[in-house]
């Protein structure tokens, strides 16, 4: 059986949930092809990508929330469509969709079924948590941006039978976790300078702040920012008294599986982050709206307070895989 597994290249989340997901779809002896889309991660997969597009990226901003005049410049249509039709889904039995949108569309325009191992899915379900405020365009864009046919969803809490918790992967659960003095950072919508105006008025903690925009490592005072490297970050992160992160999905959801102290801060005017935002607050996880200094007596008590909302996530990857396989081309084969 011929399979192309489609991973969003926006952010580093979806490549590192594939670090372990395609292991277990080789095991499967499938004939497997990886198509990976975006550019604005930071990390790579292991693993031979046939089909590296540019796709659709939103661009991080400085300011807190995605740059959207860097995105639209780095939006080429007629480049996007030519890419849409360039990927040959009618060669394969299956199409696995991590919130990819050249596949996605190449599917849907052929009438091909796409099935959806997202986050993403999870979100969009009437039963997980939504912010306060509506945000209508925002939903609209996360359910058109790359659709699908089917989806299993990965979520904080399986808010419907299709919602898994999420994937932890295998790098995370077999790290030695112990209770440092540095507080881990990755806040990559905000600029070096940002970060270190509001976190230097904190002198008591010691930061490692990952930085999405540093040409090279560097310290000041009280904080270390390191350009992001995979295997820092999972070492800092383990190694932390608290992580101080926005509301993405990896990240959260390792740091609560390790039993860390959490803070999320979360991306303005991005609809999936205030969506995460609103589950983890439901978990009792501190949120603050900005990294702001009106909001630096909150990130203080935080860290004086040693409430650790700790969650113990299983290892089920290797039966969402079984359960994928077996609800669409295998299922349907006999």
Known sequence: MKVLYAIQGTGNGHLSRARDIIPLLQKQRLALDILVSGTQADIKIPHPVKYQMNGWSFIFGKKGGVDVWRTYLKTNSSRLQREVKSVPVGDYDLIINDFEPVSAWACKLRHKPCVSLSHQAAVLSKKAPKPKKNDPLGRLILKKYAPTTKQFGLHFKEYEPYIHTPIIRQEIRNTTRTKGQHYTVYLPSYSDEKLLNVLSE?????????????????????????????????????????????????????????????????????????????????????????????????IKSWIETDSIKEVYYPDITESIIDQLLQETVIGTSH
């Open 202 to 298: 904190i002198k008591t903690v010691q930061w490692e702040v990952f930085s999405k925009h540093a040409r090279t490592n560097f310290f000041q005072n009280n904080i270390t920012v390191r350009r992001i490297n995979n295997e820092a970050f999972v070492q800092s992160m383990a190694t932390s008294r608290g992580i101080l992160c926005g509301a993405g999905f990896e990240t959260p959801a390792e740091a609560l599986h390790m039993g860390k102290k959490l803070m999320v801060i979360p991306m303005k005017s991005q609809y999936e982050q205030q969506c995460n935002a609103a589950a983890l607050k439901d978990m009792g996880v501190p949120i603050i709206k900005s990294l702001k200094m009106k909001h630096l007596n909150k």
